[in-house]
């Protein structure tokens, strides 16, 4: 996920965020805005939803978060 702590990150060293891309399978790193689950959670799709966990992966760091 393209964050500014990720844009510090590789603002010091270039060369590791195009090691990392290299396993990217659309070979950029996701806009925070583009997230497909924020983007369900604010439509009218998601109005009937209650007390549901989601499991996000991120794939550059390999981290998981509920959200």
Do not use: C, I, Y
């Not at 290299?22 to 924020?38: I, K, Q």
């Amino acid at each position: 996920m393209n964050t500014p702590l990720l844009q510090e990150l590789f603002a010091k060293d270039p060369e590791r965020a195009a090691r990392r891309l290299v396993h990217v399978p659309m070979g950029r790193f996701a806009e925070p805005e583009r997230s497909p689950v924020r983007l369900f959670l604010a439509s009218d799709d998601s109005s009937f939803m209650t007390a549901s966990t989601f499991l996000v992966t991120v794939v550059s760091t390999g981290v998981r978060h509920a959200l």
